[in-house]
């Protein structure tokens, strides 16, 4: 039997050298094949590949059957090479449910490159007929960029026009679409790596009259010029970047309170200084608040509560007005309940606000935070209390508890796949099992899956269970062989590691417990 693949071959090399002598028409209509332009973040990258299907052409589901758009083949080529750790090229968007009749992804150096074909009558791929640019997706490159893609990096994308590597076909590979034959236009694509977002570390002075007009210097990271700055969400005047850790501005009218200092860079980035800054009222009051904060019990245990214990207090000599707390709870705590003698709170993400409004000279209400630590270690905790009154004396108005939290696993157990060899319906690989925390990790239990989907679906089926005696703190087992053969085609499919399947071992980061891993 003759291999499909070398079939389309033939037949894609004999089309696109009888069709190469085609010079393009003027007016006349022409199928896209555009790349994305997209933004990196997390030192990875996705880049769709796009194909507009125009009436007209030769090709397209507005042509017979036969003449139908089922073959794809495309070459691209990434630079600068050294930004990129690895790339994959696959099936996406109208055409990722599809089984094709058979598909390859070859790389060399700097390119890699797709070649599929469908069949028409099982899995017809769905264009749509004139679609808005720039067209139905059918791919896409997944990039994993490399320690050089630095901030402000421009990775080029760059489609192949050769005839031989790039170009549509109908399913028998007969009929073609190419640039050389007129019929194929392209578009190039782009990989920006960002600046860094900007961080806001601290604001002098730290509070001003709510006419505004207070001039403040705000201190951080990564500030570039042209950043905005608002305070309590208004807009702050005068902003100079003086440089990427300092910026100067004046404060903006504002309602007594806390507020958040943001600055947000011209990209869209911004960085947020939350509570860094107190609007106070001038005026004939003046309300010395204060506030105390305490933690029980300490030392704390991960998994059970600490409850938190809040003061607030008017040293006089007037009533307050307006007052309000606010607790930020750190990423180590989870909120579980509050209650106070006076006023309300609310929760908006991890801050706690305590509304208390009105409180005469001498008033002390307080309130109480229960939470939980899911993390060991030391947690620092914040409450902060401001007041419509002019405050004579501002050093009293942030209160800190330091907790020690104890227990909990800190072992953090995943796995890494090695590279894959595929042949026919067969594939192999090595499997290591690794504990990335700082703790060990007695023994586990390691099941590997074949499944079409990830993660493990119903179609998943165990191929291997593996036996781990334990690892130390950062160490890896050593790599284990796996195997799989399939009686159709699997290219697509994934193999799944799910290690400590069965529980054994206390962590506090389980999210990356299964681990998968495509098949070419």
Known sequence: MRHPLRTFSRQLVFAAAVLSGAAAQPGRAQDVAALGTVTAAGGAAVVPLYVRDVSGTPLGVDQASGNRIQGLSFRVSYSPAGAVSSVTFSRAGITASLTPLFELSPSSGNTISYIGSFNETTNPIPFVSNAAAPGNQVLQLSFTLSGSATPGTVITLTVDPSNTVTALSNQAGSATETTTNGNLSLVNGSITVPEAAPLVSSVDPTSGPTTGGTPVDISGANFQNG???????????????????????????????????????????????????????????????????????????????????????????DAATGVVVSDTLPAELSYVTSSATQGSLSLAGSTVTWTIGALANGGSPSATIVTTPTAAGQITNSATVAGGENDPNLTNNTATATTTVIGGSTADLTATWSKMKKKGNSV????????????????????????????????????????????????????????????????????????DSDNTVGEDNESNNTVAARIP
């Open 227 to 317: 950043a905005t700055v608002t305070i309590g969400g208004v807009a702050a005047t005068g902003v100079t970047v003086n440089g990427a850790g300092s910026i100067s501005a004046t404060t903006g009218a504002h309602p007594a309170g806390i507020a958040n200092v943001v600055v947000t860079n011209p990209d869209a980035q911004s960085g947020t200084l939350v509570n860094g800054f107190t609007y106070t009222s001038i005026g004939p009051g003046n309300a010395d608040l204060s506030v105390s904060k305490n933690d029980s019990p300490n030392p704390g245990t991960v998994g059970g509560t600490i409850t938190y214990t809040v003061a607030v207090s008017n040293g006089g000599p």
């Open 428 to 499: 192999s690989t090595r499997l290591r099992s690794r504990n990335i925390g700082i703790s060990a990790a007695g023994a586990f239990k390691v099941k590997v899956y074949h499944s079409k989907d990830a993660p493990v679906g119903s179609s998943g089926k165990l191929i291997k269970t593996l036996s781990v005696a334990g690892l130390g703190a950062g160490a890896s087992s050593k790599p284990v062989k796996i195997r799989y053969s399939g009686s159709k085609p699997i290219s697509g499919h994934y193999l799944i590691a799910v290690v």
